[in-house]
């Protein structure tokens, strides 16, 4: 390297070892038009501080994700006098962690404990695969974990009864629509508020105000996700208890029941021929027409067991009981419905 007025002057081999560039790519960048040609001083090419710039600008936007096409367009613009200053703003707001969460580090030895023991080489690729495990450079039993929240919900579930390739499963299925989801987010969005800014390379001033909206509408996805997926979950949880806990469902007998306290009118009476009596039992009689009539039920044992973990012992019947008459209010709303629409 020498000095010509002040400006620094570098053979390729300098200007690669300072860049991190190889010389047959600085060479390619320069046949692109990505990297202005060299200065012939004699026999040799030179470089200068400018062309060290332009490689580190290029390095730059080529880890942010951006193609050599779109990098030939940005430098073209901040050649021809358009800000570049803004644009790397903007990048770098949407390159912006978009989480609070802090990633971690854990040994083999940790993450077995967390699961209580088990170790699974093929769940540990899987998560390896997927992300939710990170391999640590020059380290064969640590593992470097972006979503510390992602891998507390596996070993809840784990802790739960699931097995640890049933999680990584629901994790890939999981992972394929929420993407579809954030794709449709970002085509939406860049339909209605940020199509104004991608018919021409932005000024400053138009990169500063899309970084803005980026910020203002970076917590909508989440929040959207979230309100829906609550109500989501809300609706088909309960549908799902109707499932389980619904009179369809109450038929099975347990070798010793428990009983809800269901009731039912009893039958209309026949003309002219006064109350109806059920055949007595051995310690009762039917109650006259006009008093609901306890039916006792008999409940599969997994059920029991499921609304005792649930609402506690004391509260079996009282829940079961309110499983139905929702059951029966939903199917008397829907008749109603169809009655109006008929």
Request: proline share 7%.
């Amino acid at each position: 390297m020498t000095s010509a007025a002040h400006q620094a002057v570098y053979r390729i081999e300098d200007l690669s070892h300072l860049s991190g560039t190889t010389v047959r790519t600085i060479r390619a960048y320069t046949d692109r038009g990505l990297l202005p040609r060299p200065e012939r001083r004699g026999r040799a090419n030179v470089y200068g501080d400018a062309h060290l710039a332009r490689l580190r600008q290029i390095a730059d936007l080529l880890e942010r994700g951006y193609s050599l096409a779109s990098i030939k367009e940005l430098l073209a613009a901040w050649d021809a006098g358009t800000g570049l200053g803004g644009v790397l703003g903007l990048v770098g707001e949407v390159d912006r962690p978009w989480s609070d969460e802090q990633p971690v580090r854990m040994t083999l030895a940790e993450l077995t404990a967390a699961f209580h023991g088990v170790t699974d080489l093929t769940a540990i690729e899987e998560a390896l695969g997927l992300g939710v495990l990170e391999p640590v450079p020059g380290s064969d039993d640590e593992f470097l974990v972006p979503s510390p929240q992602e891998l507390a919900v596996a070993v809840e579930l784990h802790a739960a009864g699931v097995p640890l390739t049933a999680i990584t499963g629901h994790l890939r299925e999981l992972r394929e629509q929420v993407e579809h989801i954030s794709e449709r987010f970002l085509e939406f969005t860049t339909e209605y508020v940020f199509q104004r800014f991608l018919h021409h390379p932005p000024s400053d001033a138009e990169a500063e105000e899309a970084a803005g909206l980026v910020r203002r509408l970076r917590p909508l996805a989440q929040q959207t996700v979230d309100a829906e997926l609550a109500r989501a979950m809300r609706q088909r949880a309960t549908e799902h208890i109707r499932r389980h806990l619904g009179s369809a469902g109450l038929t099975a007998a347990l070798p010793s029941p428990v009983t809800s306290p269901v009731t039912s009118p009893p039958a209309d009476p026949a003309p002219d021929s006064g109350p109806v009596s059920a055949a007595p039992s051995d310690s009762a009689t039917r109650p006259a027409a006009d008093v609901p009539v306890a039916v006792p039920v008999a409940l599969p044992a997994a059920t029991v067991e499921a609304v005792r973990e649930l609402v506690g012992t004391e509260r079996v019947a009282a829940f079961v009981a309110a499983a139905a008459d929702r059951e029966v209010a939903a199917r008397r709303m829907d008749a109603l419905a169809d009655d109006h629409q008929a």
